[in-house]
């Protein structure tokens, strides 16, 4: 035989051998259509009937598995949060085993949920929730030669998430994933959490203003008048980021308060500038105080937000009713002192009056002074006062009373010294407040935890 008979053999024989394997993969194809018309057909599997339970009897067990994809927001106004998830479920139904062909078959796929049973898990604190169809539906369900069932979906839901604001900003919150069965009662359908890894969460999740610290997975079986329902929950722990509200709430009011005391500093006379310094402070913190109200749900307790932001304002508030004060002891002084020197100007009018009449009987005749002083004489009662200044037993010294006789009894000086006091107190209250405040409410968080 020539070398070209052993060719054309050769090329006869790759040509059979790839027409075999094309018909084993159409063959193949062909098997795994049988197979879905014989496990599937019309008349073969009823959708509506449950498959039974282990060995035949019992509820029928359903595994549940979750993955986190990404939470996008967390609202505290409206209490939700909004979630992206695959959903998986996997249950035995016996009614679906068939023949993997030596291992060949490993499973079959369906993309129409209604061809099989499926069970009937509802979120309950659900508000909204929609399905992902883009650019096809995203679920499907794998049927495995042993009847094993896998339902795997993405879905987005808004939960709702009931919060505890009172340690606001410095709180943990605590929002549930609830899952529970519609109409089959734990004797017909049982929820349970797949072992091993029930929940996953993508790596990297990012929020704006919280962190994931921890989830943890439980039962939340309910009992109502028809029967217990088989539930499963999950616990996402948030806990807010306090740098966020640090710079955007809490040194800008420190900044506000510092800065109406700065009219203790300016001078009494500076009416117009004390004024106007006090009552811009004034208004700009009620407006911080409204916008961070603006963003918080209107609830019944005090919050943590509410404590600060109201002794900011009332420290505020004190600073422009200490000017009013302090105006009010200025007038008051300059009144005093102009009715004093109008009584020493009545006095030496008085007494001029009297030493020219005086002059005048001089004149005449001698006068005879005295021997002893009447009790009204004023120079009497001078020499009497001078004595008792020298026999008086002397006094402890005071800091108070040494610090505030630096500021003599001239005009204005009790107006001066409430600015001084102010000056010192106004600081040394606030730092105590905040120094009660931070050990509180930290403190607190830390046992609540």
Sequence with gaps: MGAGHCFWILYLACLCSASLGNNAKINFREKEKKVLDQILGQGKYDARIRPSGINGTGPAIVRINLFVRSIATISDIKMEYSVQL???EQWLDERLKFDDIGGRLKYLTLTEANRVWMPDLFFSNEKEGHFHNIIMPNVY?????????????????????????????LDRQVCSLRMASY?????????????????????????????????????C???????????????????????????????????????????FWLDQGAVPARVSLGVTTLLTMATQTSGINASLPPVSYTKAI??????????????????????YASRSDLHRENMKKKRREVEQASLDAASDLLDTDSNATFAMKPLVRHPGDPLALEKLRQCEIHMAPPKRP???????????????????????????????VFALFNLVYWSTYLFREEEEN
């Excluded at 734990?186 to 929020?207: C, I, M, R, S, Y």
């Excluded at 108070?400 to 040394?428: A, E, G, N, Q, Y």
């Design 86 to 88: 695959t959903f998986r």
């Design 141 to 169: 369900i794998r049927i495995f030669p042993y009847g094993s069932v896998l339902y795997s979906i993405r879905i987005s839901l808004t939960l709702a998430c009931p919060m505890n604001l009172k340690l606001y900003p």
């Design 183 to 219: 109409g089959w009662t734990t004797a017909d359908l049982v929820f349970l959490w797949k072992e091993g890894d029930p929940v996953q969460v993508v790596k990297n999740l990012h929020l704006p203003r919280f962190t994931l610290e921890k989830f943890l997975t439980d039962y």
């Design 221 to 263: 079986n309910s009992k109502t008048n028809t029967g217990e329902y088989s539930c499963l929950k999950v616990d996402l722990l948030f806990k807010r980021e306090f740098s966020y509200y640090l710079i955007q709430i809490y040194i800008p009011c420190c900044m506000l308060v510092i800065v109406s005391w700065v009219s």
């Design 306 to 327: 509410d404590v600060w932001t109201g002794v900011c304002l009332t420290f505020v508030f004190g600073a422009l009713l200490e000017f009013a004060l302090v105006n």
């Design 398 to 428: 005071n800091c108070c009373r040494t610090w505030l006789s630096k500021f003599p009894t001239s005009h204005c000086s009790r107006s001066k010294r409430i600015d001084v006091i102010s000056r010192i107190t106004f600081p040394l």
